[in-house]
């Protein structure tokens, strides 16, 4: 007993010391998007214009705000370079209240760029209602014109996909055929800020007693976490093993070996970078990082998730002469792809600094979406490797499956082509949510909020418990079907 209690109370503290310094680095990272969640909608790809007002003229854009506050109004404009003493008059209503009205002198606009227009003070609680977004110009000259743009299409990655449009823009009280060229930055306010180390404490608190009670259960000779601790110890050494086996024969016989694990996502990203942002014309913001984010997540998912399904099937030898746990098989195999997934962020960390885009302290939370993706491979790959033991064709349907898939995912699309009333349904992939999360980190350049915190950790953890569930009630029986 004196034995296992001195060896128990290191460990725990070194455990419980881990767990404060991952809580602090979280906190120091995140600790902004505690307080709110910034959101920015999606604008319209710039198809038409107005000709270039001048004279006196009123632009009106109906809209509804999607967030707890209003900052910001983002505008794709044309001034063409010309010397420009005009103003134009900005104001925001509801109904025929004026919420915001300011004037802004044409000389300080970019010329065929999104300008930034930043309220002076938010607009707060304006979640879901109507708004009016009214622009005025007066006595302008006809050489001293701007020229607001509008469309009917987003930019799908491969193309321009048509959108509904229930408010089209007016001009001098003339509806035109689409939308401006708008984006509203906005924020959702929340209040885990002051919660977030309570919750800490109680979950830590949580954790201990769970670490405590599984040692009392260990000493009692019953089933519980350290036995299931001390069988992995035990085979810690067949494991490191296995993930190695796999490793190198992905590369065996291979001139460059290892280093297609470098120019593999690399030059995927080159080829899709080429089609969809020459030939079609993406205009996604950092469209080579947005790629090869996305690349690297789905080809590490794919690749573990087709390895682990054979797993089982593929060391029939083994299973039916020697005796070990049998989740070893598929858990190997997904590590083994995880450390390919590992060494491909190494050339997206060049990308992002040829991009010019800067390095953050969020881009420290790389290693927590590669934990979840890797989680969640673990459990689809036990899923599907007890399923292809009793039905064989599970691997021809998770052809199909990982295709479609792929499409469903917005790897080399934005999500603003997805229609709004498919976005809850949308959202419910595991892959968008930790594809969203790395890029939030890198090419955002801060935490994601807490929701997406939640999100992954349930699309990691359930298919792993629903995956050990099939896998422990199925695999006494896999030896009568091998």
Request: contains cysteine; proline residues 3%.
């Given at each position: 007993m004196t034995k296992h209690l001195g060896r128990a109370l290191p460990l725990f503290a070194g455990l419980l010391a881990a767990y404060l310094l991952a809580a602090g680095l979280l906190y120091w990272i995140g600790a902004d998007q505690m307080e709110f969640i910034e959101s920015r909608s999606s604008s319209v790809t710039p198809m038409a214009n107005d000709g270039g007002l001048a004279g006196t003229n009123v632009l009106e854009q109906s809209f509804q705000a999607q967030t707890d506050t209003l900052d910001q109004l983002e505008l794709y404009l044309g001034t063409f370079g010309r010397e420009n003493n005009s103003t134009l008059c900005m104001e925001i209503l509801e109904g025929e209240t004026l919420l915001w009205r300011q004037e802004y002198a044409a000389a300080g606009l970019a010329n065929m760029e999104v300008n930034v227009f930043r309220l002076?003070?938010?607009?707060?609680?304006?979640?879901?209602?109507?708004?009016?977004?009214?622009?005025?110009?007066?006595?302008?000259?006809?050489?001293?014109?701007?020229?607001?743009?509008?469309?009917?299409?987003?930019?799908?990655?491969?193309?321009?996909?048509?959108?509904?449009?229930?408010?089209?823009?007016?001009?001098?009280?003339?509806a035109v055929n689409g939308t401006l060229c708008l984006s509203l930055v906005g924020?959702?306010?929340?209040?885990?800020?002051?919660?977030?180390?309570?919750?800490?404490?109680?979950?830590?608190?949580?954790?201990?007693?769970?670490?405590?009670?599984?040692?009392?259960?260990?000493?009692?000779?019953?089933?519980?976490?350290?036995?299931?601790?001390?069988?992995?110890?035990?085979y810690g050494f067949l494991m490191r093993q296995l993930v190695a086996r796999d490793f190198k024969a992905k590369y065996k016989r291979s001139i460059l070996g290892v280093l297609w694990s470098f120019l593999n996502p690399l030059l995927t990203m080159c080829v899709q970078y080429l089609v969809f942002s020459t030939i079609f014309k993406s205009a996604v913001p950092h469209f080579a990082a947005y790629l090869m984010t996305g690349g690297i997540l789905f080809n590490f998912f794919t690749e573990s998730v087709g390895l682990g399904l054979t797993s089982i099937v593929g060391n029939a030898s083994l299973i039916t002469k020697v005796y070990m746990p049998k989740y070893i098989y598929p858990v190997s195999r997904v590590l083994s792809s995880a450390i390919n997934a590992l060494i491909s962020m190494i050339p997206l960390c060049f990308l992002v600094l040829f991009s010019g885009i800067p390095l953050r302290k969020s881009m420290l939370l790389i290693p927590l979406v590669l934990l979840f993706a890797t989680?969640?491979?673990?459990?689809?790959?036990?899923?599907?490797?007890?399923?292809?033991?009793?039905?064989?064709?599970?691997?021809?349907?998770?052809?199909?499956?990982?295709?479609?898939?792929m499409y469903m995912t917005p790897i080399f699309y934005p999500e603003s082509i997805i229609p709004a009333r498919f976005l809850q349904l949308y959202h419910i992939n595991p892959m968008y949510q930790f594809i969203y999360f790395l890029r939030t980190i890198i090419i955002d350049g801060r935490s994601p909020g807490p929701y997406t915190y939640l999100y992954c950790l349930l699309c990691a953890v359930v298919p792993l418990l629903l995956g050990l569930w099939v896998f422990r009630r199925t695999q006494d029986r896999f030896v009568f079907y091998l």
């Open positions: 002076d003070e938010p607009l707060r609680d304006v979640k879901g209602k109507r708004l009016l977004l009214r622009i005025t110009t007066e006595d302008v000259p006809e050489d001293q014109a701007v020229t607001f743009y509008y469309g009917n299409t987003v930019s799908s990655g491969r193309g321009e996909v048509a959108v509904g449009i229930d408010q089209p823009l007016r001009i001098n009280g003339e924020q959702d306010i929340i209040a885990l800020k002051r919660m977030y180390w309570p919750a800490a404490a109680g979950l830590g608190l949580l954790l201990s007693c769970a670490y405590w009670w599984g040692l009392f259960r260990f000493r009692q000779g019953k089933d519980g976490l350290f036995v299931r601790i001390s069988q992995l110890r035990r989680v969640f491979n673990i459990g689809m790959s036990l899923l599907l490797s007890s399923s292809m033991v009793f039905f064989r064709d599970t691997q021809f349907l998770w052809g199909i499956l990982s295709m479609l898939w």
